[in-house]
């Protein structure tokens, strides 16, 4: 038999792609049904399906971490008024705690 018309069961099929035989009744893979029990996946779908998933890894990019500037005062102001508008006030000084008006 020829590499191209080598047929595999479930079993022999998973672990040749190393998934689980539930896995392989699943995946998107041609396979031919020989009966109502019978079926099989030829090596070469196997081997087109395993060229399929793979993915070239990432171009290697140079990434610049920088810090941000942004500080809780910036962010402060509008948060405040937002309370505010809501009729809540915000103790400055009172460490978070919030008093209804």
């Known amino acids: 038999m020829t590499e191209a018309a080598v047929m595999l069961r479930a079993k022999d099929a998973a672990a040749y792609i190393a998934v689980s035989v539930r896995t392989m009744y699943t995946l998107p893979i041609p396979h031919y049904i020989l009966g109502p029990r019978l ?13 399929s998933c793979r993915r070239d890894p990432r ?13 809780l005062a910036d962010a402060r102001a509008p948060l405040v008024e937002s ?3 809501l009729g809540i006030d915000v103790n400055r000084a009172g460490r978070g705690k919030i008093k209804t008006v």
């Open 39 to 51: 079926i099989r996946w030829a090596r070469a779908d196997l081997d087109a399906y395993l060229a």
């Open 83 to 85: 309370f505010r508008r």
């Open 59 to 71: 171009p290697q990019e140079r990434v610049r971490i920088t810090t941000s500037r942004l500080s």
